[in-house]
């Protein structure tokens, strides 16, 4: 099961840190991403960690993202700093490596 939380409302150029807690799984020999969904468009992966640590973004993020782990939480973070209003979206987690069930997401509105 994979458990979003974190998001909200927040001016262009501001913060936020999304948190997914997973459970059910071995958890630390999952890679793990961070995805979202912006109204009419597909889901895009945003961010992976592996179970190594080896850590990689879409361009569009960064320098402004950053993914992180903690295996004995059994959870993953995306720290988001400069927000944009195109970073608006549903974000979700889960494994590219290993697909689970896609949680309900936590939305992300960047407006002013």
């Known amino acids: 099961q994979l458990v979003e939380s974190g998001g909200g409302l927040v001016p262009p150029g501001g913060s936020l840190r999304l948190t997914c807690a997973a459970s059910?799984?071995?958890?630390?020999?999952?890679?793990m991403a961070w995805y979202r969904q912006a109204p009419g468009k597909q889901r895009e992966l945003v961010a992976a960690i592996t179970s190594g640590g080896s850590i990689d973004y879409v361009d569009s993020v960064k320098g402004r993202f950053t993914i992180s782990r903690d295996n004995a939480k059994h959870t993953v973070y995306l720290q988001m700093n400069s927000l944009k209003p195109e970073d608006t979206a549903v974000y979700y987690c889960?494994?590219?490596?290993?697909?689970?069930?896609w949680g309900q997401g936590t939305q992300v509105t960047v407006s002013s």
């Open positions: 059910g799984i071995m958890f630390s020999i999952y890679a």
């Open positions: 889960n494994s590219p490596q290993y697909p689970l069930n």
